[in-house]
């Protein structure tokens, strides 16, 4: 069959046709900015790196300049985007295989695999770049792998010329404490930590190993984990750009971010296990219990709050709250003539150390049961439980013929006040708990009474507190500090 001249005409604009569309498909799904350069080739070997971009507001980035920029260094760089939730506004993301969004809340109709962020990623390394970077310059992320790679860091860093450039910080966490405490980097630019806004790059199997690779503020979340582990971070002389258009640009926006970012930051700690952050100059940073707020911990069952079992001590803030309780209660019964000395596991922490021992969940007073009725608070605990003007709680205690002082109706940590009198020379009370140092005494031990510093004021204490200590004890219980109940919980992990 022969074509006519028109048949061949057609067919052929057809066919340019054709093309033409391909090659618009084709610029369509290229970066922006690598349409007018041309793609740069990658290298043989393929990219190592993964950028991984997780610390950006849905409502406000430049995560779309973000990616473009690494994809005009090499098209075929392997880049995900991370979020708790699918972002929105959509994120104007190139539609290419190396480019993914990971979102990381497990839904019902997507298996356990899709809401893993190691799931995206099949390269030895990682970059964790903020929302604002830009990159430049080509071979950025290569330098920082060999610079991983001939170091004796875990992760190298490099600065992002923002308002907000990364700095070097020692940070020591420790989790007995629920402490973070940050200070100046003697070893510079070898730290602990970073403050501000850096490229992060580490081994892919290093990240996914932590407990939490991911969780926001990204910054707050690495650096508590690395250092932990005792891993340094590199600061490396490189330095990423800041986009063009850089986000959260206006008041509003900045306002926002820094309202969710505080928020966001508060549910990491507090989940982390950190109540107290310590900054370099003094400024503490608290997150844990208070007086409108519960106690850190439950009903304490034994003897043995649940902390301890956890290898941890009493949380800062609830030492806090005991030391505010302690203060006040001693000005109180100072100011009604009520005679009183430091009990117990509060007078040991007194002798040993000054304070409430690290690891103690109340504070225990003796009172001279004769005196109660100087004080207006004692006696209205007397018919029901009274709520002082200060908000702290004055009531019987249930289990028993004592006193009881709480913190806040919120908040239970409390001072016991334990009513003693004399007989033939000999203190002893009417309620006696299955406590080893509930014993009675003799009364000249508080013939006279002692000033002994204890947190952070000058309380009374028994005269001779060691031998008054050994007697209620044992010998050397100054010396050799224990669990309260080391039947069921040693100090030294043998219980």
Request: hydrophobic share 45%; net charge neutral.
């Amino acid at each position: 069959m022969r074509l006519t001249r028109c048949q061949a005409a057609l067919a052929a604009a057809i066919t340019l046709n054709l093309l033409v569309l391909f090659y618009v498909s084709w610029l369509q799904h290229q970066p922006r900015n690598s349409r007018a350069r041309g793609p740069r080739r990658a290298s043989a070997a393929g990219p190592r790196v993964t950028v991984l971009v997780r610390e950006f507001e849905a409502f406000d980035n430049a995560v779309p300049e973000l990616v473009d920029s690494f994809l005009q260094q090499d098209p075929a760089q392997p880049v995900v985007v991370a979020a708790d939730t699918l972002p929105y506004p959509p994120l104007a993301l190139p539609r290419l295989p190396n480019v993914r969004l990971a979102i990381l809340q497990p839904a019902l109709d997507r298996p356990a695999s899709a809401s893993r962020p190691e799931t995206y990623v099949t390269t030895e390394f990682v970059a964790l770049v903020p929302d604002g970077t830009r990159a430049e310059a080509q071979g950025q992320l290569e330098r920082m792998v060999e610079a991983l790679r001939t170091g004796n860091a875990r992760l190298v860093a490099a600065p992002v010329a923002t308002a907000n450039p990364a700095r070097c910080l020692a940070l020591n966490v420790s989790l007995r404490e629920w402490t973070a405490r940050y200070g100046a980097a003697p070893a510079a630019p070898r730290c602990d930590a970073l403050d501000g806004d850096a490229v992060v790059l580490l081994r892919a199997r290093d990240l996914f190993n932590l407990s939490a690779p991911l969780a926001r503020p990204v910054g707050t979340s690495l650096f508590l984990q690395t250092s932990l582990r005792g891993w340094a971070v590199q600061l490396l002389d490189l330095t990423f750009a800041a986009a063009h258009q850089p986000p959260l640009a206006t008041a509003h926006a900045r306002w926002k971010a820094e309202r969710e970012g505080r928020t966001r930051r508060a549910v990491l700690l507090r989940a982390l296990g950190i109540r107290l952050v310590s900054w370099e100059g003094g400024r503490l940073e608290w997150f844990g219990c208070n007086k409108e707020t519960t106690r850190c911990f439950g009903t304490v069952i034994g003897d043995t709050p649940a902390y301890l079992y956890e290898d941890r001590w009493t949380p800062p803030c609830c030492l806090r709250a005991l030391r505010e309780t302690a203060r006040y209660v001693v000005g109180v019964l100072e100011a009604a003539g009520v005679r009183y000395w430091l009990e117990g596991g509060s007078l040991l922490g007194a002798a040993r150390h000054g304070d409430i021992i690290p690891w103690d969940y109340d504070v225990d007073l003796g009172i001279y049961l004769e005196d109660v009725g100087n004080c207006e608070q004692l006696r209205g605990a007397e018919a029901g439980s009274v709520v002082d003007e200060r908000g702290f709680v004055w009531e019987k205690a249930v289990e028993g013929d004592f006193f009881r002082v709480q913190y806040s109706e919120s908040n239970h940590l409390h001072v016991d006040l334990w009513p003693f009198y004399p007989r033939n020379g000999v203190m002893t009370k009417d309620t006696w708990l299955d406590h080893r140092q509930d014993v009675e005494f003799p009364e000249h031990f508080l013939q006279p009474l002692v000033p002994l510093p204890f947190a952070g004021f000058v309380a009374q204490a028994p005269n001779n507190y060691r031998r008054f200590l050994e007697l209620k004890f044992g010998p050397g219980v100054i010396e050799n500090p224990q669990y309260p109940n080391p039947a069921l919980l040693s100090l030294t992990g043998s219980g």
